[in-house]
Antibody
Framework: EVQLVESGGGLVQPGRSLRLSCTTS????????VSWVRQAPGKGLEWVAF??????????EYAASVNGRFAISRDDSRSIAYLQMNSLKTDDTAMYYC??????????????????WGQGTLVTVSS | EIVMTQSPATLSVSPGERATLSCRAS??????LAWYQQKAGQAPRLLIY???TRATGIPARFSGSGSGTEFTLTISSLQSEDFAVYYC??????????FGQGTKVEIK
């Protein structure tokens, strides 16, 4: 059974840092990309960060709203993905979901979508 | 950035009835469109990808259609467990991956 379990959320003051973890099981972690998606209270879904599998360079992408402040990484030996969040703002308050991100080829073009999600970890940025 | 727009914002349906949800993209996304279901207090769950392919374990009463800029999710006969918020999401032009604002399906 595919499982993703987020941890590391909590209450943090503006300007401080937090690191989220996504511990996975039930699949070969190294074969998949991983993304983080967040949801502010009562709001919709917003993609935050993405990391390719090492087989496809392990390169990363970020939403404009977090670029330069957040960093996604992965430890394939432990099947864990991380989201390092620095210079946190009150607008970063949200539930953060880790997602297994599936790579497919569509007419020769690479596409990725989110096929399994964790239960999320809540980050509250407040003074 | 591709903007996804869902309608209606809220859909009131009686159990056993059919529900039709719409999603529009600001530019063509081909068939690179997914639908997710989110129940209250839970994580989203993938229902449909490739605009019309059901994900593993998704019941046949869920179906997706469309391509280009217009998409539809149909739930043929609503069950009690189907009352939730549904999001469409494009994965054609990335980054960023973008979601619609959601349609809440509530009990009439």
């Amino acid at each position: 059974e595919v499982q993703l379990v987020e941890s590391g959320g909590g209450l943090v003051q503006p300007g401080r840092s937090l690191r989220l973890s996504c511990t996975t099981s039930g699949f070969i972690f190294g074969d998949y990309a991983v993304s983080w998606v967040r949801q502010a209270p009562g709001k919709g879904l917003e993609w935050v960060a993405f990391i390719r599998s090492k087989a496809y360079t392990g390169a990363v992408e970020y939403a404009a709203s977090v670029n330069g402040r957040f960093a996604i990484s992965r430890d394939d030996s432990r099947s864990i993905a991380y989201l390092q969040m620095n210079s946190l703002k009150t607008d970063d308050t949200a539930m953060y979901y880790c997602t297994r991100t599936k790579r497919i080829l569509v007419v020769g073009e690479v596409r990725y979508f989110f096929d399994y999600w964790g239960q999320g970890t809540l980050v509250t940025v407040s003074s | 950035e591709i903007v996804m727009t869902q309608s209606p914002a809220t859909l009131s349906v009686s159990p056993g009835e059919r529900a039709t949800l719409s999603c529009r993209a600001s530019q063509s996304v081909s068939s690179n469109l997914a639908w997710y279901q989110q129940k209250a207090g839970q994580a989203p769950r993938l229902l449909i990808y490739g605009a019309s392919t059901r994900a593993t374990g998704i019941p046949a009463r869920f179906s997706g259609s469309g391509s280009g800029t217009e998409f539809t999710l149909t739930i043929s006969s609503l069950q009690s467990e189907d009352f939730a918020v549904y999001y469409c999401q494009q994965y054609d032009n990335w980054p960023p991956w973008t979601f619609g604002q959601g349609t809440k399906v509530e009990i009439k």
